[in-house]
Every structure is written in structure tokens, then in C-alpha cells.
């Protein structure tokens, strides 16, 4: 099975950065398609990000799009969300998400990948 365990969250000021890594065990991650996910406060939770591991893709959610960066790093097996232009309406639960089956590029906002973290919870203040 593949295991994900999210860090690097915390509280940050608007318009401050912010580095999310996910480490996953279990499976070679290059073999995976690998994203991020978010929950606000009462909210369902969102998509944000995703890395397809073939062609390699990256997708956005309009909402971070310029703003944040999805990598990963294979072979460590590592995925990164680096976040920059923190807004006030960024502050969620970040969720760190992996799949066999990458996301549709014409519907990236409809994966529903398999496995998930337990999430890092990420705070942006005015």
C-alpha cells in the first residue's frame, strides 16, 4: 500500500511563501501520479495541484495558479506544493494525494485519486 505523510505547514503572513513536502513509502513514486488537495473551515475539500508521473503534466487549480509550483523529487520520494503570494483564502488543511491513474487533462478538478495523507494545516493571516 502507499503511505503519505505531509510537513512544512504553519502560519504565515499574506503575501509570505510557503513550502509543503509529502514523503510517500510503499511504491516507487515515478510510477505515480501525485497532487495536492485542500479543506477549508466548513468547506469541502478542493483540488489544488497535480503532477502526472507520465508525460509529466502539471495542473492548477485557477484559484493558485502563477502562484504555486507542484514538484517532486523521485528519487527520494518526495512531492513538494511551493506556495508564494499567500492569501488569507489559501488557509486549509492541505491534503497530499498519489494515483496510478493520472487526472484528465481536460478535467483535473474531477481526479479522485486513492491514496491521501492525513494533511497539514496551513494558515495565511492579513
Known amino acids: 500500500q502507499v503511505h503519505l505523510v505531509e510537513s512544512g505547514g504553519g502560519l504565515v503572513q499574506a503575501g509570505g511563501s510557503l513550502r509543503l513536502s509529502c514523503e510517500v513509502s510503499g511504491r516507487t513514486l515515478s510510477e505515480y501520479a501525485v497532487g495536492w488537495f485542500r479543506q477549508a473551515p466548513g468547506k469541502e475539500r478542493d483540488f489544488v495541484a497535480a503532477?502526472?508521473?507520465?508525460?509529466?503534466?502539471?495542473y492548477y487549480a485557477g484559484s493558485v495558479k502563477g502562484r504555486f509550483t507542484i514538484s517532486r523529487d523521485n528519487a527520494k520520494n518526495m512531492v513538494f506544493l511551493q506556495m508564494k503570494s499567500l492569501k488569507p483564502e489559501d488557509t486549509a488543511v492541505y491534503y497530499c494525494?498519489?494515483?496510478?491513474?493520472?487526472?484528465?487533462?481536460?478535467?483535473?478538478?474531477?481526479?479522485?485519486?486513492?491514496?491521501w495523507g492525513q494533511g497539514t494545516q496551513v494558515t495565511v493571516s492579513s
Open positions: 494525494v498519489a494515483d496510478r491513474s493520472p487526472p484528465l487533462e481536460e478535467g483535473v478538478a474531477d481526479w479522485v485519486p486513492r491514496f
Open positions: 503532477d502526472s508521473w507520465s508525460p509529466g503534466n502539471t
